[in-house]
């Protein structure tokens, strides 16, 4: 008799928060959020103002512990560990406000985040100008950071990310703020992103850009999971509609 085959990493999610609280005070920032994340996906995270989106990156990235609730990441339960450990276990992230520093080079910049996996620095410096060519930075990577432009800039918060060499990028408003044609170079990024083997969590407000993108979309709205689904169902679910997209949004206005 053969044993019965236990179920296969790869179809286990790559990332789970069950039952995920996060208060502030009297403040709840999240309530009861339980989302997952399959290897090989593109999840866009959206909802309006306030809705918590950053606060969940923050407790799955480590950033807070949550209140209450767990995290499981690639199989294991990494609620209590930091943001470096979970660095480690392969959770990488961009912040919304730009956090490279500006006074080192491009390269030197994302050199930060290769020695996260290289401590020799000569593969460190090697693996940053490989992530380098892959975002389009190469041909920056000696000037300062403070010298990139506005859209360099994320470029960079994503290179510095995907220097850690993650199995998850959480990428925080990456392509807001971007010229139309910007925001394209930075969605072939994306596509290119996972075409490499990583998944993607990000959370985007330009819905027209964010759509088409991911295979799917998680609402949240006043700390908690509205509606998750296709970008298609989820634009036209009345309540996305009325909590955040509005009328213009809704199909055929
Ligand atoms: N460190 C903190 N201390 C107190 N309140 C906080 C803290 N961080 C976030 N909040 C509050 O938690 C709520 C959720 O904020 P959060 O930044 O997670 O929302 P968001 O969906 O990311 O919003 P935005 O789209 O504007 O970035 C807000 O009311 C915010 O003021």
């Known amino acids: 008799m053969t044993a019965p085959l236990e179920t296969p990493l790869l179809e286990t999610p790559l990332l789970e928060t069950r039952g995920v609280w996060q208060r502030f005070g009297g403040l709840v920032a999240n309530s009861d959020v339980s989302i997952s994340v399959g290897r090989g996906e593109i999840v866009g995270l959206i909802g309006p103002n306030g809705a918590g989106k950053s606060t969940l990156f923050n407790l799955i990235a480590g950033v807070l512990p949550p209140t209450q609730g767990s995290i499981i990441f690639d199989g294991e339960d990494v609620t209590t560990l930091g943001a470096a450990e979970r660095c480690q276990r392969g959770i990488g992230r961009t912040f919304q406000v730009v956090k490279s520093f500006e006074t080192m080079t491009v390269i030197d910049n994302v050199i930060v985040g290769a020695l996260i996996r290289n401590t020799v ?23 300062m950071a403070s010298d990139l432009v506005p859209s360099e800039k994320r470029r960079l918060e994503v290179a510095r990310a995907l220097a850690t060499e993650p199995k998850l990028l959480l990428l925080d408003e990456v392509l807001t703020g971007l010229t139309p044609v910007e925001a394209q170079t930075g969605v072939e990024l994306v596509r290119k992103v996972r075409a490499a083997g990583i998944t993607v969590l990000m959370v985007e407000h330009v819905m027209e850009i964010v759509m088409p993108l991911v295979d799917r979309a998680i609402v949240l709205n006043l700390g908690k999971v509205l509606v998750e689904g296709k970008p298609t169902e989820v634009v036209r679910n009345p309540e996305v509609i009325s909590a955040y997209l509005g009328d213009r949004h809704a199909v055929g206005a």
């Not at 620095?121 to 000037?143: D, P, Q, S």
Request: hydrophobic letters at 50%; charged letters at 30%; proline letters at 0%.
């Open 121 to 143: 620095m000569r593969v460190a410096r090697k693996k940053a100008y490989e992530v380098l060519e892959f975002c389009g930075l190469a041909a920056r990577a000696n000037v």
